[in-house]
């Protein structure tokens, strides 16, 4: 049974950074997309970003375009998502997803799912 562990979360202020990772357990993690889904309270769960197994190709949500990065490290099965100039906005759980196809970003196409990590952006 894959895994995954999303870890990186915390109290940020306006302006700041933070780097969240997720580690999978398992063999097949280079042979599946990755990405990142987050919810905020009251609100439904949303897409972040995406990224290709090879990590060649990335897929980011417009809200998050050009303040986040996906990446990953297939030696170390684990993926991550640079987060810059965060916002209270942002504020949210982030769950990282393993993809079912390419770019994995709506709820038929994950498989599975990590346990969240909470992020909070103050102002």
């Known amino acids: 049974q894959v895994q995954l562990v999303e870890s990186g979360g915390g109290l940020v202020q306006a302006g700041g950074s933070l780097r969240l990772s997720c580690a999978a357990s398992?063999?097949?993690?280079?042979?599946?997309?990755m990405g990142w889904f987050r919810q905020a309270p009251g609100k439904e769960r949303e897409f972040v970003a995406a990224?290709?197994?090879?990590?060649?190709?990335?897929y980011y949500a417009d809200s998050v375009k050009g303040r986040f990065t996906i990446s990953r490290d297939n030696a170390k099965n684990t993926v991550y998502l640079q987060m810059n100039s965060l916002k209270p906005e942002d504020t949210a759980v982030y769950y990282c997803?393993?993809?079912?196809?390419?770019?994995?970003?709506?709820?038929?196409?994950?498989?599975?799912w990590g346990q969240g990590t909470q992020v909070t952006v103050s102002s």
């Open positions: 997803s393993r993809g079912l196809g390419y770019p994995p970003k709506t709820y038929d196409r994950v498989d599975i």
């Open positions: 398992g063999r097949t993690f280079s042979s599946y997309a």
């Open positions: 990224i290709s197994w090879s990590g060649g190709s990335t």
